[in-house]
């Protein structure tokens, strides 16, 4: 089993960068794969980035690809994601998800561990 705690969300200006991070508890870290994804209101949540246990493999949505970048850092048991050019439709609740897998998942219902999630506000 895995906890995950997500930080590094704000209120940010369009154009600038922010980096969210995923801390993991549990000594399996490195078995799963993680994921990305956000939420905003009144809208499904919907997958982000997705990278595989090893890091090896990295997944992107079409509306984020070329602008954020996904990490996974075994040793230190955390996985980031690293935002630029942020736009106001990136405004959402952010969450990380977990799953011992060894390919990268795109559907929210693939991933049994997730955490509380971070606020990311980007205004125009």
């Known amino acids: 089993q895995v906890q995950l705690v997500e930080s590094g969300g704000g209120l940010v200006q369009a154009g600038d960068s922010l980096r969210l991070s995923c801390a993991a508890s549990g000594r399996t870290f490195s078995t799963y794969s993680m994921g990305w994804f956000r939420q905003a209101p009144g809208k499904e949540r919907e997958f982000v980035a997705g990278i595989s246990w090893s890091g090896g493999r990295t997944y992107y949505a079409d509306s984020v690809k070329g602008r954020f970048t996904i990490s996974k850092d075994n040793a230190k048991n955390t996985v980031y994601l690293q935002m630029t050019s942020l736009k106001p439709e990136d405004t959402a609740v952010y969450y990380c998800?977990?799953?011992?897998?060894?390919?990268?998942?795109?559907?929210?219902?693939?991933?049994?561990?997730w955490g509380q999630g971070t606020q990311v506000t980007v205004s125009s």
């Open positions: 998800a977990a799953e011992r897998t060894l390919t990268v998942l795109t559907e929210p219902l693939s991933y049994d561990y």
